[in-house]
């Protein structure tokens, strides 16, 4: 897949209401500034992919929203892999482009959210039959359960997760997009925040928002003629293993152990070559187990290591210098095409106040469900 | 707020005339697993074929219900509005003896005492008892 590049990004600020609007408008609003941003005419727009628009649109989301855009591709899917949709949306229209089915991708993802009418989509599925009934609904729970697993077997502690939100809050304060751009926080505020699963605290979860992301992508041939210093995926990897925690196959090794395994020999590169992780981290937990299963230190190492790891953009391998998710909010699914959206942003060298320097290799990870659907990407400035 | 709150319901139980047997044997106190008839796999949660070699030749079994806490959790936020007033409770993923796994709830102890590894049992819920029929508690 090499020769897929990343030619436009565009997201819309994580906001905790979008009064008014329906996805399909945040989607036209985010898709215009992406195409933009590419320096392309929304005509040259030959492929689309979508992710699932829960209580908006049910079926037919592809055509749904080519319509709405006024597109005709002649590649459109749609992806619906929790947090990791977005980046693997990124290789899946890399193929669909080395297959010859189009040239350029257009990858969309947006949410509104009017948190006084929450869209439930009424299951019939096993976690529905056989969690629900104890009382075991939604995320907090499966990752609170997958926390306590790390700290049993490796001692990891409650401090030790606690600095993450810490840290990637820290980070915000050079994104004024941020839900929590302006409000640092304390490991005693995070500890003082309440329980919500134990041992999950309130602020090692994310924040529910709405807004939207989206990124262009095309040939590497066709990128060298665009707007911006091209962005080349390297590597890709994807693993899904399970759907119901009780069925994962470990819960201290994820499947981004399998999938960042295979984007580093896509890529040819290790974990000693990166020069920034955009780690996705919907919860405290994240962190000390995507660094393990990046080779950044040996399993059960993870706690220690972030407690001790500097996040800034001053570290020898700075973590979501945009905040991450538990900083900036978490727009469904279009949180996770931040990370996606950030590392472009550092690779190619506009981030601004937050530049990370000489940023030359990321590793971007997806999660979706709990550690259920995963995918890495490798990100390079410029051709290699 | 607290009409609202009033109405809330606990989810209706659903299955499928495949899961049928599953909770009409919990219902008696009896846990039953899956067995694959052609590569003698157990699996929980049941289902059409065998997760393993893909057989569709499964049959019950009743297992004794003795198991470990392969992890828990302590709900003092639910995720579903109509457990606020259960809290807190303890949400737990059992590994049985025979293998398979299952989530449940840990019951009959303090549920911030419940351990990783920690020996349970299968217990059966009153016959006016609300929720699900079977859960577990510590050996």
């Given at each position: 897949m090499s020769g897929t590049a990343i030619v436009g990004i565009a997201e819309l600020p994580p906001r905790r209401s979008t009064p008014g609007t329906t996805t399909l408008e945040l989607l036209a609003k985010v898709a215009v500034a992406a195409v933009a941003d590419a320096g392309l005419d929304h005509l040259q727009i030959d492929g689309l992919v979508c992710g699932p628009q829960v209580g908006e649109t049910p079926q037919h989301v592809p055509a749904t929203v080519a319509e709405y855009l006024g597109l005709r591709p002649r590649y459109a899917g749609m992806v619906d892999l929790g947090g990791a949709t977005a980046a693997a949306m990124v290789w899946r229209a890399g193929a669909a482009i080395a297959a010859g089915m189009c040239t350029t991708v257009l990858c969309l993802l947006a949410n509104s959210r009017d948190p006084a009418a929450p869209r439930r989509s009424p299951n019939r599925n096993p976690i529905r039959e056989f969690d629900v009934p104890y009382g075991a609904s939604g995320a907090n729970q499966a990752y609170a359960m997958v926390a306590q697993r790390h700290m049993a077997d490796f001692g990891t502690t409650t401090e030790q997760l606690m600095c993450v939100p810490v840290k990637e809050r820290e980070n915000a304060q050079l994104n004024p997009d941020a839900v929590f751009h302006g409000r640092t926080i304390t490991l005693e505020d995070v500890r003082r925040s309440p329980m919500v699963m134990a041992p999950l605290h309130q602020l090692e979860m994310v924040m529910p928002c709405g807004g939207g992301a989206a990124l262009v992508v095309t040939s590497a041939e066709r990128a060298r003629d665009l707007a911006h210093p091209l962005v080349a995926m390297l590597g890709a990897g994807e693993a899904v293993t399970h759907r119901a925690l009780s069925q994962a196959p470990s819960l201290t090794t994820?499947?981004?152990?399998?999938?960042?395994?295979?984007?580093?020999?896509?890529?040819?590169?290790?974990?000693?070559?990166?020069?920034?992780?955009?780690?996705?981290?919907?919860y405290s937990i994240l962190l000390p187990i995507t660094v393990e299963d990046a080779g950044l230190c040996d399993k059960g190492e993870g706690g220690p290591w972030v407690a001790e790891h500097d996040f800034s953009i001053a570290s020898r391998l700075p973590i979501n210098p945009h905040g991450g998710q538990l900083?900036?909010?978490?727009?469904?699914?279009?949180?996770?095409?931040?990370?996606?959206?950030?590392?472009?942003?550092?690779?190619?060298?506009?981030?601004?106040?937050?530049?990370?320097?000489?940023?030359?290799?990321?590793?971007?990870?997806?999660?979706?469900?709990?550690?259920?659907?995963?995918?890495?990407?490798?990100?390079?400035?410029g051709e290699r | 707020m607290s009409g609202e709150h009033d109405e809330v319901?606990?989810?209706?139980?659903?299955?499928?005339?495949?899961?049928?047997?599953?909770?009409?044997?919990?219902?008696?106190?009896?846990?039953?697993?899956?067995?694959?008839?052609?590569?003698?796999?157990?699996?929980?949660?049941?289902?059409?074929?065998?997760?393993?070699?893909?057989?569709?030749?499964?049959?019950?079994?009743?297992?004794?219900?003795s198991g470990t806490v392969w992890t828990t959790t302590v709900a003092e936020v639910p995720g579903h509005p109509a457990w606020r007033d259960a809290v807190p409770y303890c949400i737990a993923i059992v590994e049985l003896d025979e293998g398979p796994r299952l989530l449940t709830n840990i019951v009959g102890c303090d549920p911030y005492a419940v351990g990783v590894r920690q020996r349970v049992r299968l217990v059966r819920a009153g016959d006016h008892e609300p929720g699900p029929p079977l859960r577990f508690m510590p050996c």
């Amino acid at each position: 897949m090499s020769g897929t590049a990343i030619v436009g990004i565009a997201e819309l600020p994580p906001r905790r209401s979008t009064p008014g609007t329906t996805t399909l408008e945040l989607l036209a609003k985010v898709a215009v500034a992406a195409v933009a941003d590419a320096g392309l005419d929304h005509l040259q727009i030959d492929g689309l992919v979508c992710g699932p628009q829960v209580g908006e649109t049910p079926q037919h989301v592809p055509a749904t929203v080519a319509e709405y855009l006024g597109l005709r591709p002649r590649y459109a899917g749609m992806v619906d892999l929790g947090g990791a949709t977005a980046a693997a949306m990124v290789w899946r229209a890399g193929a669909a482009i080395a297959a010859g089915m189009c040239t350029t991708v257009l990858c969309l993802l947006a949410n509104s959210r009017d948190p006084a009418a929450p869209r439930r989509s009424p299951n019939r599925n096993p976690i529905r039959e056989f969690d629900v009934p104890y009382g075991a609904s939604g995320a907090n729970q499966a990752y609170a359960m997958v926390a306590q697993r790390h700290m049993a077997d490796f001692g990891t502690t409650t401090e030790q997760l606690m600095c993450v939100p810490v840290k990637e809050r820290e980070n915000a304060q050079l994104n004024p997009d941020a839900v929590f751009h302006g409000r640092t926080i304390t490991l005693e505020d995070v500890r003082r925040s309440p329980m919500v699963m134990a041992p999950l605290h309130q602020l090692e979860m994310v924040m529910p928002c709405g807004g939207g992301a989206a990124l262009v992508v095309t040939s590497a041939e066709r990128a060298r003629d665009l707007a911006h210093p091209l962005v080349a995926m390297l590597g890709a990897g994807e693993a899904v293993t399970h759907r119901a925690l009780s069925q994962a196959p470990s819960l201290t090794t994820s499947p981004l152990a399998a999938a960042i395994d295979q984007a580093y020999r896509q890529a040819a590169i290790g974990p000693n070559d990166l020069d920034l992780l955009a780690a996705y981290d919907c919860y405290s937990i994240l962190l000390p187990i995507t660094v393990e299963d990046a080779g950044l230190c040996d399993k059960g190492e993870g706690g220690p290591w972030v407690a001790e790891h500097d996040f800034s953009i001053a570290s020898r391998l700075p973590i979501n210098p945009h905040g991450g998710q538990l900083a900036c909010g978490q727009a469904d699914l279009s949180g996770g095409m931040g990370h996606v959206v950030e590392a472009v942003r550092q690779l190619r060298g506009a981030a601004g106040a937050r530049q990370v320097p000489n940023a030359e290799l990321a590793l971007v990870t997806g999660n979706g469900a709990t550690f259920s659907e995963e995918v890495a990407l490798v990100l390079a400035a410029g051709e290699r | 707020m607290s009409g609202e709150h009033d109405e809330v319901r606990v989810p209706q139980r659903v299955s499928t005339p495949l899961t049928a047997p599953y909770w009409e044997a919990a219902e008696k106190g009896n846990l039953l697993v899956q067995v694959c008839i052609d590569c003698g796999r157990l699996q929980l949660y049941p289902g059409a074929v065998c997760r393993g070699c893909w057989s569709e030749h499964l049959r019950w079994r009743s297992v004794e219900g003795s198991g470990t806490v392969w992890t828990t959790t302590v709900a003092e936020v639910p995720g579903h509005p109509a457990w606020r007033d259960a809290v807190p409770y303890c949400i737990a993923i059992v590994e049985l003896d025979e293998g398979p796994r299952l989530l449940t709830n840990i019951v009959g102890c303090d549920p911030y005492a419940v351990g990783v590894r920690q020996r349970v049992r299968l217990v059966r819920a009153g016959d006016h008892e609300p929720g699900p029929p079977l859960r577990f508690m510590p050996c």
